[in-house]
């Protein structure tokens, strides 16, 4: 029996019982709460809100303080943060180069500006006149950047204030060699020639070297502080090539004076490496763009590719008729030669009368040649071009070479008409400026034939040591001396009293071969031509064996037998 004016509220928990009224609240029986009236209520529910405010701020102190206790400790965030204060700038990865026989380069020979832009500091008005094009593109795109980069130059602008970096630059003004070495992309790999060819050992990892710039927030560097250089060692290693720099140089200056389109090559007689490879027309491998489609295919190394070779064949059935002991034939030349109802002339059709070995080499006599060829038979001269390295291309990697060229089969040398032109070097028969480089050094070189070399070894650049071995000497004799001798004398004859007289050096002298080969394309209702000369020099003791090759022209301005002699010139200059 409870007072009216007090009110009981049912507990959940069954145990207390809260006795109030409008001054006095007092625990009076278990198991029972009060009844609150609204204003009470309220009252007590704005005390727990309190609370449950209060309880809530300290467990957000407690977090954010264990949050500040993480953050402190982790050195992951403490690196991101000192990042966020630097900036790195990493230079051009740097690249082997090539080097000559000598240890002297082949690339790297020039010198680029890299120029420091910081922001705030006016770099694209300062720098855009003195920047190169590539430069002053990179300028324009970054002229609101707010980190420093590297933007490139036309000239040391030190003098401006502006901090600056000498780089060595790919490809010199003049370019050694861009056939044989090839060319890069724009991500710095090569993708031709012995750039790409070797492209893993030139690249290394590709770590670059970098500056490393304590900026502010707004990218400037901080006050007393300067960019710090770091070097990266990248394992990138320098290769050395079988080219004399001073020869090739010279070479591609004779080759610039006098030839359109065609290849030289010179090579040291002895040992068969090649100590010039030009091709015309060059090309600059810093802007392959426009030679892609310039005519005359600038890209191409012609000392790779194959050809029709005429007459500059003849020495092999000279050879093989010596071999056979054949060679004391006389035949009449009337000026032409029927085989089987074909008619083959001569050059102009000009009657030659009777001649021998000496007089037909000297006149070319492609009537003598053919019938010297039906002496001998198909397979003999077939066998002594494959001796001398007809039909086999020249591996410089796994993935360079020279063109194969083409080497008639023995089967369809059986036809009189096929075997008829191949005698004096026409039809199907093709080779590269490489093989009949090595056919007439095996002549020079006493019978002997080597296989052309273009490699030495992998370098380590620091120190100059040779590091990987990248080609061997593969040599076998493939004539007797006795022969080899007999032609060399011929072969000096044709200099001194035949077609090549133009071959003859300003002092001393000179063997050889010319050759003129059809090629059966026409431009203005004139054939275009193949035009050669190769020979050794000075015939007493060989030291040079020198191939030139003009292809696919109607006329040249010079003769092939003209240019072999300004090589000789250049080549007998540089031994003074």
């Not at 089969?409 to 008829?420: D, H, I, K, V």
Request: one cysteine or more; charged letters at 20%.
């Amino acid at each position: 029996n409870l007072p009216r004016q007090e009110r009981w509220k049912g507990s959940w928990i069954g145990f207390l019982k809260i006795k109030y009224d409008v001054r006095v609240l007092r625990v009076c029986r278990p198991f029972s709460l009060p009844i609150l009236s609204g204003q009470e209520r309220g009252l007590l529910m704005s005390g727990r809100r309190v609370l449950v405010l209060y309880g809530t701020l300290v467990l957000g102190f407690a977090v954010v303080l264990c949050r500040l206790y993480w953050l402190c400790s982790n050195t992951t965030y403490a690196a991101r943060a000192a990042a966020q204060s630097t900036a790195e700038v990493a230079f051009p990865a740097r690249r082997g180069n090539f080097y000559d026989c000598e240890g002297r380069l082949l690339t790297g020979l020039g010198e680029q500006w890299l120029a420091l832009c910081l922001p705030g500091e006016g770099s694209y008005t300062r720098l855009y006149p003195y920047a190169s094009p590539a430069g002053q593109r990179m300028l324009y795109q970054k002229r609101n950047a707010f980190r420093p980069f590297l933007v490139e130059m036309t000239q040391d602008v030190s003098s401006l204030g502006v901090r600056c970096y000498a780089a060595p630059r790919r490809y010199g003004d003049a370019p050694l060699a861009a056939a044989l070495l090839g060319y890069l992309d724009g991500e710095g790999h090569g993708v031709a020639g012995l750039e790409a060819a070797f492209d893993a050992e030139l690249s290394g990892t590709g770590a670059q070297d970098a500056l490393v710039c304590a900026v502010n927030a707004q990218g400037r560097l901080q006050s007393g502080t300067e960019p710090e250089l770091v070097k990266s060692d990248s394992g990138a290693v320098g290769v050395q090539l079988t080219l004399s720099r001073p020869v090739q140089r010279a070479v591609e200056a004779v080759a610039a004076q006098t030839m359109e389109s065609g290849c030289i090559l010179v090579l040291d007689t002895a040992s068969a490496k090649v100590r010039a490879c030009v091709s015309v027309p060059g090309y600059d491998p810093a802007h392959v763009s426009a030679s892609l489609d310039a005519p005359a295919s600038p890209l191409l190394n012609r000392a790779f590719q194959a050809y029709a070779v005429g007459s500059v064949f003849k020495p092999v059935l000279a050879a093989a008729a010596l071999e056979a002991g054949e060679a004391g034939r006389v035949l009449d030349c009337p000026g032409y030669c029927t085989v089987d109802g074909q008619v083959f002339r001569c050059a102009g059709g000009i009657p030659h009368g009777e001649v021998d070995l000496a007089a037909a080499l000297q006149k070319s006599c492609n009537g003598y040649f053919i019938q010297l060829g039906q002496v001998l038979g198909p397979e003999r001269v077939r066998e002594m071009a494959v001796r001398l390295g007809f039909g086999r291309a020249l591996c410089l990697t796994d993935s360079l070479g020279t063109a194969s060229g083409q080497l008639p089969e023995a089967e369809t040398l059986t036809s009189s008409g096929t075997f008829a032109n191949f005698c004096f070097g026409q039809g199907t028969l093709l080779a590269t400026p490489v093989q009949i480089a090595a056919m007439m050094n095996s002549i020079a070189a006493d019978g002997v034939w080597r296989e052309p070399l273009f490699l030495e070894c992998t370098l380590d650049e620091t120190t100059g040591e040779p590091l990987t071995t990248l080609a061997h000497c593969k040599a076998k004799r493939v004539l007797s001396r006795q022969t080899a001798e007999v032609l060399q004398a011929l072969l000096a004859g044709v200099v001194t009293e035949g077609t090549g007289r133009e071959a003859a050096p300003t002092e001393g002298t000179a063997a050889g071969k010319t050759g003129t080969a059809q090629t059966g394309q026409f431009t203005a209702g004139e054939e275009q031509k193949n035009y050669w000369f190769a020979g050794f020099f000075p015939v007493e003791k060989p030291r040079a064996t020198i191939v030139v090759l003009q292809d696919g022209q109607t006329a040249p301005a010079v003769s092939s037998a003209a240019i072999f002699a300004q090589v000789c010139d250049a080549l007998a200059a540089m031994q003074e």
